[in-house]
């Protein structure tokens, strides 16, 4: 039975300080909160994540936003997926709109950087989604597709069990837009059935598929009672520990 799950995306914000900060609030917030129907992921810039894993607990999960798409060599600036595991991290993000948009990751770049994830035991948020332009000239399904095919399609049915996606329509990514609960819910279920028509039913139901456009305080219990939305990878409203609680609380 698949996962529902809330990531903070943080991008890159926060000093290292203010980062250990907000990951002690989040922390604090979690273990105050009671029983919660969600995981709860947090993913801080490269440079906070060892600090941060040492300020939660063991409700509050530590992904990177990032990995190289090779093993090791002379990349420089580049973290491999061996060295996030090496500091004791479970998961990275993989293909955000902003890494395909500002740093040229196309879909077989994606597919180098998950298999090695996956490789090397992390799990991974697969973000796909499409641009304003292509949503507006109906051809999202086809995007979205394409996505999924030419970035997941290498895996395994065992290896899919490692894979969270996250569908982020770009047009609704910290622009305060936000796609419809129907319109989020129409994609997702296209999703699950692409995922089914490759995988069989049973394996694209265990698939936690999470929503990634402005999702905030005020729309994510709406959002999240639609049934093939598993809950969110949020962005700016995870900067903000009281704002992050009520999304992981919205259930």
């Known amino acids: 039975m698949r996962k529902y799950i809330v990531a903070g995306n943080w991008k890159m914000n926060k000093s290292l300080p203010e980062g250990i900060q907000l990951a002690k609030e989040v922390n604090a917030a979690v273990e105050t909160a009671g029983a919660l129907k969600c995981d709860v992921i947090i993913a801080p810039s490269f440079l906070h994540l060892t600090e941060v894993s040492k300020v939660v607990g063991k409700k509050v999960s530590v992904s990177a936003q990032n990995c190289a798409a090779e093993a090791s060599g ?10 996030l595991q090496s500091a004791g991290i479970p998961y990275t993000i993989i293909g955000h709109s902003e890494r395909r948009s500002y740093y040229g990751d196309t879909d077989a770049i994606l597919a180098k950087k998950t298999g090695q994830a996956l490789a090397n035991g992390l799990k991974v948020i697969f973000c796909i989604g499409e641009e304003l332009s292509q949503r507006d000239s109906g051809k ?17 049915v065992n290896e899919l069990k490692n894979i969270v996606i996250a569908y982020e329509p770009v047009w609704a990514i910290g622009t305060g837009r936000t796609a419809s609960s129907g319109q989020a819910q129409e994609v997702h279920a296209f999703i699950r059935k692409t995922l089914a028509d490759k995988y069989g039913q049973a394996a694209a139901d265990d698939v936690t598929i999470l929503y990634g456009g402005s999702c905030n305080e005020n729309n994510a219990t709406e959002l999240f009672s639609q049934p093939d939305i598993d809950g969110g990878l949020i962005g700016g409203a995870s900067l903000v520990a009281d704002k992050f609680i009520k999304i992981v609380t919205a259930f």
Do not use: C, I, P
């Open 74 to 83: 002379a990349f420089t600036g580049e973290v491999s997926a061996a060295m």
């Open 140 to 156: 999202h399904f086809d995007v979205v597709k394409g996505q999924l095919e030419n970035g997941l399609f290498q895996l395994s």
